[in-house]
C-alpha cells in the first residue's frame, strides 16, 4: 500500500452511472432511512442474482426500479458505514391502505459494527508490558494461522462495488451533513479472479473483469461540480462546446475499472503481515471486549528531504484464544511536495479525467502538492475451512494541489461487497476479458 498510497489517493475520484432499459414485471420501490429516520442517499438496492437489475436511492432515500423477480427472492441494500440489508422482493411490493396502490416500503439500515476507526477508538492499552520476545511469540502465532486459513488456491469472486464522489462546494456542509453533498456514485459489477500461484513478491496476483457499469449523479451538485474542478474555462465555453465537454466527461475514459480494481487489491494483509513482524518496535497490542485482541503496526517514512512523510497504521483484530485474524482495518496519512511540479503518466492523466477536467488542462496539469488520509476497512467471510475476502470499505480525503492554481479537493467513500465466490475449477480471465470496455450507462437521479 505504501508505494500505491498516492495513485490511489489520486484514483478515487468519479462522475457517475446508468439505468438498465426494458421492460419488466413489476415495480420495486421503498425508502432507505438510517435507524435516526434520515435518508440515506446514494444507497445501493439490487437483486442478488442480477446486480444490473438495481438502482440507487435519491437525496430523499427513495429507490424504484423494474424487474422480474419471484416473491422470496433477496434484494440487497447497502451503504459503507451501515449494516448490509437482505429483504425479499415481496417487501418492495407494499400496496397502500387507503388506495391500493403500490407504495414503497420503509428500509432502516443499522450502523456498521466495525466502522473506519473504531479500533482505534476502542482499543484499550493492555496493563502487562509489551515485551519483545512475547510480542514476537504472538506475531508468529497470529502468522501461523495466517499461513493455515488463507489458501493457496485460485479463486473468483463477483463484486458489486460502489464509489461515492462529495462535491467539493459543500466541505463546509458535510461536517454538519455530509451523506447530502454526494453528487455522484459509479457502481461497478465485476468477476475478478486471484492467482497465488502466479504472484510477485508475495502478492496475490488479482486480474480484474468489468462486466457492467452504471453512473448515477445528482444534475445540480455535478454542474457545481464540474465548474470548479474544471476551472473558470468551461464558464467561457460556448452552449454548444459546453454540451459537448459534459457529453465527453460523462462518458469518460475506461478508467473506473483502475478505480474498482484498485480498491480490491488494497490492503493485502497476509503479505503485509510477513513483512512487519520481524521488527517488533512498530507493534503494539491492545485488547477489545468479546474475546478480541487489536496487534497494531504503526510506521513513519520520510522521504527525499521530508517532502514526502506518510504515517501508516496498520490495525488485526484477532481471535484472542485462536489467533485467527477476525477483520482488518488500515489507516494512511500522506503530505507530498513537488517543488517544480511533475508530470503525470497517461494512467494518472486518466484518473484526472474522471473528475471532468478539461482535456487541455490535463495535459498542463503538473502534480506540485498532495495531501490526504485513507481508512480502509477488511472483512472476511469463512468457505471450506479458509478464509476469503467478503467486503471492503474505503474513505479517502485527499486536497490535490497543480500547476496553473489547479486545485482539487477530494472526498471519496467507497465499497465492495462479493455477491459470489467460486474455489473449484477457476482458470485465468483471458487478455480480451480484462481489456474489453465496459458497458457504461448514466443515470440522473432526483
Known amino acids: ?46 437483486p442478488e442474482i442480477a446486480p444490473e437489475w438495481g438502482t440507487a436511492t435519491n437525496n430523499d432515500g427513495f429507490f424504484s426500479f423494474e424487474a422480474n423477480l419471484v416473491p422470496d427472492m433477496k434484494i440487497i441494500i447497502s451503504f459503507i458505514g451501515y449494516e448490509k440489508l437482505t429483504i425479499h422482493a415481496n417487501e418492495c411490493l407494499v400496496l397502500s391502505p387507503s388506495t391500493g396502490e ?14 473506519l476507526q473504531e479500533t482505534v477508538i476502542a482499543a484499550k492499552p493492555s496493563k502487562q508490558k509489551n515485551k519483545r520476545k512475547q510480542m514476537a511469540a504472538l506475531l508468529h502465532a497470529v502468522y501461523v494461522k495466517l499461513e493455515e486459513e488463507f489458501p493457496d488456491n485460485n479463486a473468483q469472486y463477483q463484486v458489486v462495488s460502489d464509489v461515492r464522489m462529495y462535491c467539493p462546494a459543500d466541505r463546509a456542509l458535510e461536517a454538519k451533513n455530509a451523506e447530502n453533498s454526494i ?16 504472484a510477485r513478491e508475495g502478492r496475490d496476483s488479482v486480474q480484474f473483469q468489468g462486466r457492467y457499469c452504471k453512473r448515477f449523479f445528482d444534475a445540480q451538485k455535478r454542474a457545481q461540480a464540474d465548474s470548479i ?20 466527461a460523462a462518458n469518460a475514459v475506461d478508467s473506473g475499472v483502475v478505480v474498482h480494481r484498485a480498491l480490491f487489491a488494497m490492503g493485502n494483509m497476509r503479505y503485509d503481515f510477513e513483512q512487519t513482524m520481524t521488527d517488533t518496535r512498530h507493534w503494539t497490542v491492545s485488547n477489545e471486549s468479546e474475546g478480541e485482541t487489536v496487534l497494531t503496526h504503526t510506521q513513519k517514512v520520510s522521504k527525499y528531504l521530508g517532502l514526502f512523510k506518510m504515517t501508516f497504521s496498520r490495525h488485526y483484530i484477532v481471535d484472542s484464544e485462536t489467533f485467527a485474524v477476525r477483520r482488518f482495518s488500515e489507516h494512511a496519512e500522506v503530505k507530498v511536495t513537488i ?73 471519496v467513500k467507497a465499497t465492495q461487497r462479493v455477491t459470489s465466490l467460486r474455489t473449484q475449477d477457476v482458470v485465468p480471465l483471458t487478455p480480451s476479458q480484462i481489456t474489453r470496455r465496459v458497458k457504461r450507462d448514466i443515470v440522473e437521479i432526483y
Open 339 to 411: 517543488p517544480f511540479g511533475i508530470k503525470l503518466n497517461a494512467e494518472q492523466l486518466q484518473m484526472l479525467n474522471l473528475v471532468n477536467m478539461g482535456e487541455q488542462q490535463i495535459q498542463k496539469f503538473r502534480l506540485k502538492k498532495l495531501r490526504g488520509s485513507v481508512d480502509l476497512n477488511t472483512i472476511y467471510q469463512r468457505q471450506d475451512g479458509h478464509v476469503y475476502l467478503l467486503e471492503k470499505n474505503m474513505i479517502c480525503d485527499a486536497h490535490i494541489l497543480g500547476s496553473k492554481k489547479a486545485e482539487i479537493p477530494l472526498m
Open 229 to 248: 474542478l474544471a476551472g473558470d474555462a468551461i464558464e467561457r465555453l460556448e452552449k454548444k462546446q459546453k454540451e459537448k465537454f459534459m457529453r465527453k
Open 183 to 198: 453528487w455522484g456514485m459509479e457502481q461497478m459489477i465485476a468477476n475478478i479472479v486471484v492467482l497465488p500461484e502466479q
Open 102 to 115: 403500490p407504495e414503497g416500503a420503509l428500509f432502516v439500515l443499522k450502523e456498521q459494527p466495525i466502522a
Open 1 to 46: 500500500m505504501k508505494k500505491h498510497i498516492c495513485l490511489i489517493i489520486l484514483t478515487f475520484l468519479l462522475p457517475f452511472m446508468g439505468r438498465l432499459g426494458g421492460a419488466f414485471a413489476a415495480t420495486y420501490s421503498g425508502r432507505v432511512v438510517d435507524e435516526k429516520g434520515a435518508p440515506i442517499a446514494y444507497a445501493t438496492v439490487y
